[in-house]
Each structure stands twice: as structure tokens, then as C-alpha cells.
């Protein structure tokens, strides 16, 4: 691996982060954002604004969590980003205190289907149980939650999604704040409810997704 390839991504790794702070969904330092390359993950530090990282605060660690590059600690969040790792093909993974998914996480045990949107997540998006951050045990309720899945609330805590790329991992951190946003607007209005998508209408929207965007 160049170290010109490595400098690249954590030149993205800072971008991606900051741009979780300039939407919103990141108030502060209370997400982390992290990238794959090879068998070397770059991830945010723990405890620094994102607006004052340099490319000399590069840190990166191995699958295990064992620092080898940089002189800051990593987030605090490592073992949930190494998990994911581990056990997907994902390439980046970005977390975030999102307003909206956070308040939804304390409602419900999966965001009700409000919008066709799920089904570039895998379908309908669970809720890992509670677990204190930074833990193995909030990893592990984690893993259970994305099988099958892209992204997955954490329970009074925030989002994780995941993706081949850092722009897609934060697309799908993205999507799922509007859809949780959608859902609690909905709800908000008196009435029956808001109506939801059935299993069939998520598995058609997956399968034309297959088909979207530009020929390649």
C-alpha cells in the first residue's frame, strides 16, 4: 500500500468527517468516520475537532486495533468500525449523533417503512439495543442489527451505516436521517398514522434500484 494512496483516503476520511459536522448530523466531535485501505484503517481521532486535523494527525490501526500510524488515540468507536470490517466488505464506515434517527432510536425497535428509500439500506432498519460507547458489547448488538443491512440505529445513541466508498457510507448516514425525520413528522400529525410500505412494495423499490442511475 503507497503511502500516497494512504494519504488520499485520510485526506477523504477529514472531508467526510467535516461534512458531518456542516450537515448537521454531527454536533462537535460525537461521530467518527473511518476508511479501508488494504488491511489499514484510517479513522477519525478521539476528542479532536475535525476542523483542526492536519495530515500529520493521521492515525490508522490494524484490523486488531493496534495503532501503527499516527500519535493521536483513535475514536473511541473503534470496535464498532473493526467489527464491520471483519465481518463485510465495507470500505468506509461513518457514525453520527443524528437528530432525528437518535430520537427515533428511542421509539421503536426498527424505523417502520415510511419510505421506499429502505431498501438501499436491505429493508426495514433495525435498533441495536442499548450498550455503553466504545464497548464490545454495543459492537456486538450492532453486528446482530446490520445483518443484512447497510446502517442500523443504535439505541439512544446515534446511526452506523457503511458502504464500498466514504461517499456512499454517508449518503446512506444521510438517507436514513431524512427517513427518520420523514417517520417522525408523520407521526406527529393526529390521525391513524402514517401509511407504510409492505415487504413486497421494499423488494420491487430493491429491485429496480439494481437498474438506477447511469449505464456503465
Known amino acids: 500500500m503507497t503511502q500516497d494512496a494512504i494519504e488520499r483516503a485520510w485526506d477523504s476520511v477529514v472531508g467526510t468527517a467535516r461534512r458531518t459536522v456542516a450537515d448537521g ?25 475535525y476542523d483542526r486535523l492536519t495530515p500529520a494527525d493521521l492515525v490508522a490501526v490494524d484490523l486488531d486495533g493496534t495503532r501503527i500510524r499516527g ?7 473503534l470496535p464498532m468500525h473493526l467489527e464491520i470490517y471483519r465481518r463485510t466488505t465495507a470500505r468506509a464506515v461513518v457514525h453520527t449523533h443524528a437528530v432525528h434517527a437518535t430520537a427515533v432510536s428511542t421509539l421503536v425497535t ?20 442499548y450498550a455503553l460507547y466504545g464497548t464490545e458489547e454495543l459492537a456486538a448488538h450492532m453486528v446482530r442489527a446490520l445483518d443484512g443491512r447497510t446502517a442500523c440505529l443504535l439505541r439512544n445513541h446515534g446511526t452506523i451505516a457503511h458502504g ?4 456512499q457510507a454517508y449518503d446512506r448516514t444521510a438517507q436514513l436521517e431524512w427517513m427518520c425525520r420523514v417517520w417522525l413528522t408523520a407521526r406527529s400529525v393526529p390521525g391513524p398514522g402514517p401509511a407504510l ?3 413486497a412494495e421494499l423488494d420491487e ?6 437498474g438506477y442511475g447511469q449505464p456503465r
Open 71 to 77: 500519535r493521536l488515540a483513535p475514536t473511541s468507536e
Open 164 to 167: 464500498d466508498s466514504l461517499d
Open 25 to 49: 448530523l454531527v454536533v462537535g466531535t460525537s461521530g467518527n468516520v473511518s476508511a479501508r485501505v488494504g488491511d489499514i484503517v484510517l479513522v477519525t481521532p478521539s476528542g479532536v475537532p
Open 205 to 210: 423499490a430493491a429491485e429496480k434500484f439494481r
Open 197 to 199: 410500505l409492505s415487504a
Open 110 to 129: 426498527e424505523l417502520p417503512p415510511i419510505h421506499y428509500m429502505a431498501a438501499t439500506l436491505g429493508g426495514p432498519v433495525r435498533v441495536a439495543p
